[in-house]
């Protein structure tokens, strides 16, 4: 339990300043569906102009986009490209923080087991992200409150919403397995960089050529919302896949961990 209680002291900080900025974008851009809405005919010409490849890597509805539920899903994706980030660099960064900092080895002789240093790390990064989620879910409810002018389902609001939990789960186990495989990681925030906007450029790549095998390939279409909206309910595929994804790297990481070589300052 110190353990737990140390990492989110030291992230603490960190998982402020992702929350504010997270709350801060989703204030601002739907702040911005009022004008969406009272000029729907307007916006949808616009979008028109664009060649349907665009619009679709972008995850752009024309029918949907001046209707709450459609623009929340569009502003989402890029929440969830955030939250991904976030997500990631605390994965990556439970091992590789130590070892870089030099005090991986004086850790592991404290009287506690390897299994139980990276126990404590990953429920610090889990608290951390749902610390995050929470304030993200709040402010993004009391605005589509005040911003939408139209009734919209809330069921379906809340569905959308929790996913972002689901989706930094997947990519927070990744990290971690990446921080345990990993011999020397000098800067956590490009590598984090770069595993999630590799996969988002997948998900982009697969809207655009429609293809259903790449779905299986990025964790960014798992809970896709169009979906959502659509059906009411998750994919129960994709659901699958992505516990699959989680236990299998969280395994591995410990499996990894306990054999790995940690050598003395």
Not at 12 to 30: P, Y
Not at 111 to 135: G, H, M, Q, Y
Not at 184 to 194: A, D, N, Q, V, Y
Not at 227 to 235: F, H, L, V, W
Request: one cysteine or more.
């Amino acid at each position: 339990m110190n353990m737990v209680l140390h990492e989110l002291k030291s992230c603490r900080k960190s998982t402020i300043v992702w929350a504010i900025s997270i709350a801060l974008m989703t204030i601002f851009f739907l702040s911005l569906y009022p004008s969406f809405s009272s000029s729907a005919s307007l916006v949808k010409k616009i979008l028109e102009g664009y060649p349907e490849p665009v619009r679709k890597a972008f995850g752009i509805s024309i029918d949907d986009v001046t209707k709450f539920l459609g623009f929340y899903s569009y502003m989402f994706s890029y929440v969830v490209l955030l939250g991904a980030i976030q997500a990631m660099n605390y994965g990556i960064s439970a091992i590789s923080k130590e070892i870089k900092l030099k005090t991986a080895d004086f850790l592991i002789t404290k009287p506690v087991r390897r299994d139980e240093v990276l126990t404590s790390k990953l429920f610090a990064s889990l608290i951390s992200l749902i610390i995050t989620d929470i304030i993200y879910l709040v402010t993004a409810f009391i605005t589509a409150e005040s911003v939408a002018k139209e009734s919209f389902n809330i069921k379906l609001f809340f569905m959308i919403s929790v996913t972002l939990f689901f989706v930094q789960v997947i990519f927070m186990s990744i990290g971690i397995l990446l921080s345990t495989i990993m011999r020397k990681i000098k800067s956590t925030i490009s590598i984090s960089l770069g595993v999630v906007f590799a996969f988002y450029i997948i998900g982009m790549l697969q809207a655009t050529l429609n293809d259903k095998a790449m779905k299986y390939i990025t964790p960014f279409k798992y809970f896709d919302a169009g979906y959502i909206i659509k059906n009411s309910s998750y994919d129960m595929t994709f659901v699958i896949i992505s516990l699959f994804v989680v236990v299998v790297s969280i395994l591995l990481s410990y499996v990894f961990f306990l054999k790995r070589d940690i050598y003395a300052v």
